[in-house]
């Protein structure tokens, strides 16, 4: 159970003025697919001078029952755009079919400009593509190239490290196995341009692991964010979980520095930073939604001049089955012993599942949609106390998915996503940045 002496119930919000300046809204489609939106995903990149969204459409002339995956290329110095659908092998559009909260893609680029993106999973082979000349928008079936071609696969999520090489964190269930659908984690290496896995990092008989988030500190280390469901699957989820690798080691450590052995579970020391509370259990969630529980997630991390290492989740968290989805934050300075403490952040109404969350060393800021409005920003400078503010460029536009990511100069990149702001079948993608950040 939770050391509640940790958790602040309610974070005072500050009479400070927030910092956070919203720049102009910049319109990427009006065509989306109203399934075209997850809390898991990793839709947005940044890299070449450019900006990559990736995003479902309905096939034009087709049924609403199925969608393409679109990649667009937005040049950062002057807008332009370029977009394509994903491809099949022999050059048509690929296809699929709806399945809302799965088919949603991420979307990375690697150092030397190439354009990666995963899709359409659910519990099914892998669906890769990949461009076949730098910094291109039109991308190709790469799926044989996989590792692990007899896993079935859901939640991808992928980052780029400061060397340009791409990290990958999925759930994957073996074949035979009927017991539990594990964390499974891969790397693409520019240097020999393949991918290649690096373990089956959480696995737990009985449960099943929902990837989240994936962020790097300046040693190259790679820090991993997921939590957990009962096995085979469930909307609400719970303990919240994270780990730090070392690639130089081949070594997993938890928050507070201890190397943990492989496949990590809910009982590995120090991993969970939202424990379960008082009546949270695991039974009643398989085709239900009850409270207390656990559901969406996302990183940051800031370092100091002394070399400590910050880590920053911000989720989502109902108290029972009622309750509204909470925003909260966990925290935790690595290497010191029992290290997470939480606070809960907004409760006054429900929100959707999708957050944002970034760091500059200063300035905190969670971004995350309301369900009967829009996208908000959450923000602390220096401690001075929480403000939460409507972005006000996004008023009125129904916004419920989100991404989030910050420059080096902290000026962050927002991706927007209005499902329904069309009609019942179609959607807006927005992109925005916000600075403020001195």
């Known amino acids: 159970m939770a050391n509640f002496k940790s958790l602040i119930f309610l974070a005072a919000l500050s009479t400070v003025h927030a910092t956070a300046t919203p720049g102009a809204l910049s319109t990427i489609s009006t065509a989306v697919d109203v399934n075209s939106q997850a809390g898991w995903w990793n839709p947005l990149d940044e890299y070449g001078g450019y900006d990559w969204l990736a995003y479902l459409r309905n096939p034009p002339g087709g049924s609403t029952a199925n969608n393409n995956v679109m990649v667009a290329r937005r040049s950062i110095s002057d807008g332009t755009m370029t977009r394509d659908c994903v491809k099949t092998s022999d050059g048509q559009c690929a296809v699929f079919a709806d399945d809302l909260g799965h088919n949603t893609p991420s979307i990375s680029v690697d150092s030397d400009g190439y354009v990666h993106v995963f899709t359409s999973m659910h519990n099914e082979p892998w669906k890769y593509f990949r461009s076949t000349t730098p910094y291109s928008s039109t991308l190709v079936d790469a799926s044989s190239e996989m590792p692990d071609q007899t896993i079935k696969v859901t939640y991808p999520v992928i980052k780029r490290d400061a060397g340009g090489n791409l990290w990958l964190i999925i759930r994957g269930q073996a074949a035979n196995d009927n017991n539990a659908k594990g964390g499974y984690f891969y790397k693409y290496s520019t240097s020999d341009g393949s991918w290649s896995r690096v373990a089956i990092w959480a696995y737990n008989k009985g449960y099943s692991v929902y990837p989240d988030d994936i962020a790097f500190s300046s040693d190259g280390d790679v820090h ?101 989805w909470q925003v909260r934050r966990a925290t935790a300075t690595y290497g010191t012993q029992d290290p997470w403490k939480r606070e809960i952040l907004y409760q006054d109404s429900e929100t959707s599942a999708a957050l944002g969350i970034t760091h500059d060393g200063t300035s905190a800021r969670i971004y995350y949609c309301r369900s009967s409005a829009s996208a908000f920003v959450l923000e602390n400078v220096s401690g001075a106390g929480w403000t939460n503010t409507a972005l006000e460029p996004v008023v009125g536009k129904k916004v419920q998915r989100l991404q989030a990511l910050m420059r080096s100069d902290g000026t962050d990149v927002l991706y927007l996503g209005s499902p329904t702001n069309i009609n019942s079948t179609t959607g807006s993608l927005y992109l925005m940045t916000v600075g403020g950040r001195d």
Request: net charge neutral.
């Open 224 to 324: 991993l964010q997921w939590e957990w469901s009962k096995y085979p699957a469930s909307a609400v989820r719970h303990q919240g979980s994270y780990v730090r690798y070392n690639p130089s080691t081949n070594s997993f450590t938890s928050a507070s520095g201890a190397t943990v052995s492989l496949p990590i579970t809910q009982n590995s020391a120090d991993i969970v930073y939202q424990p379960l509370t008082s009546g949270e259990t695991y039974s009643g969630d398989i085709n239900a939604s009850p409270g207390p529980a656990f559901q969406s997630a996302k990183m940051a991390l800031y370092e100091r001049p002394d070399g400590s290492i910050h880590i920053q989740h911000a989720y989502r968290f109902k108290t029972s089955n009622t309750g509204a």
